[in-house]
C-alpha cells in the first residue's frame, strides 16, 4: 500500500541553523501539508500545498518557514533560524481529494 | 476559531473492556468530523468519519456519531483489544480541498491483557 514517508525520522540540530524536513507524498495526490505536535500539545496546522503554491497557512507559518516542492515526489519544509520552540514532531500529509488525507510517521526535531 | 477538545489521557483499560473517549468541537459552519488513530512508530490514520449531524462512523469495532446539538463526537468501541492501544485525535474540517484538519490533542489508550 502506498505510504507518505518522512526523512529523517529523527533531527538534532542548534538554534539559529537551518534545517530542511523532507517528505515524499503518495504519487497521484495533489493536495500536501505539513502539521506539527509540540510535546503534550495539540497537533497544529502549519500549511497546505496544491498546484505549486501555498493555499492555506497558519500563523505559526511565518517567515522562518518555507515550502517547496523541487522535483515533483518531494515536499519540503525549511526553518531557516531554529529556535528552542521549533522542537516538535513534524508530520507530512498528502490527499487526493478534500479530507482524505494520509500522514507520514513523522521527523521529531529537537533544537539545543 | 474553530477547536476541538478531547478528554484527557491516558486511558488505562483491560481487554474486552467498553470505551469512550470524549470529544466535543466549536466550529461556525457545517464541519465534517474525524477520528484519526496513531499506532506507535507510525503516522496518524483515519479511523473513521462522520460528514453530517447524526452520520454514524465505523470501522474496525469503533463508532462516533456526529451530534450537532451537543457538538460532540465520541468514539466507543464495546470490547477493547490490546491491539487497540494507540493515541486517537479527534479532527474537524471545513471541507474545502486543501485547508487545514483541525486536532485536539489526542488522547493515549492503553489496554492490558
Known amino acids: 500500500e502506498p505510504e507518505v514517508t518522512q526523512t529523517p525520522s529523527h533531527q538534532v540540530t542548534q538554534m539559529g541553523q537551518e534545517v530542511i524536513l523532507r517528505c515524499v507524498p503518495i504519487?497521484?495526490?495533489?493536495?500536501f501539508y505539513w502539521y506539527r505536535q509540540i510535546l503534550g500539545q495539540k497537533v497544529e496546522f502549519l500549511v497546505s500545498?496544491?498546484?505549486?503554491?501555498?493555499?492555506?497557512k497558519s500563523e505559526i507559518f511565518d517567515d522562518q518557514f518555507s515550502v517547496e516542492r523541487p522535483d515533483g515526489s518531494n515536499f519540503t519544509l525549511k526553518i531557516r533560524s531554529t529556535k528552542l520552540e521549533d522542537s516538535a514532531m513534524y508530520f507530512c500529509?498528502?490527499?487526493?481529494?478534500?479530507?482524505?488525507?494520509?500522514f507520514g510517521s513523522g521527523t521529531q526535531l529537537s533544537v539545543l | 476559531g474553530d477547536s476541538v477538545t478531547q478528554m484527557e489521557g491516558p486511558v488505562t483499560l483491560s481487554e474486552e473492556a467498553f470505551l469512550t473517549i470524549n470529544c466535543t468541537y466549536t466550529?461556525?459552519?457545517?464541519?465534517?468530523l474525524f477520528w484519526y488513530v496513531q499506532y506507535p512508530g507510525e503516522g496518524l490514520q483515519l479511523l473513521l468519519k462522520a460528514t453530517k449531524a447524526d452520520d454514524k462512523g465505523s470501522n474496525k469495532g469503533f463508532e462516533a456519531t456526529y451530534r450537532k446539538e451537543t457538538t460532540s463526537f465520541h468514539l466507543e468501541k464495546g470490547s477493547v483489544q490490546v491491539s487497540d492501544s494507540a493515541v486517537y485525535f479527534c479532527a474537524l474540517s471545513r471541507n474545502q480541498a486543501g485547508t487545514a484538519l483541525i486536532f485536539g490533542k489526542g488522547t493515549t489508550l492503553s489496554v492490558s491483557s
Open positions: 500545498f496544491y498546484n505549486n503554491e501555498i493555499s492555506e
Open positions: 500529509a498528502s490527499s487526493p481529494e478534500a479530507e482524505k488525507l494520509f
Open positions: 504519487s497521484n495526490h495533489l493536495y
Open positions: 466550529a461556525t459552519g457545517y464541519p465534517s
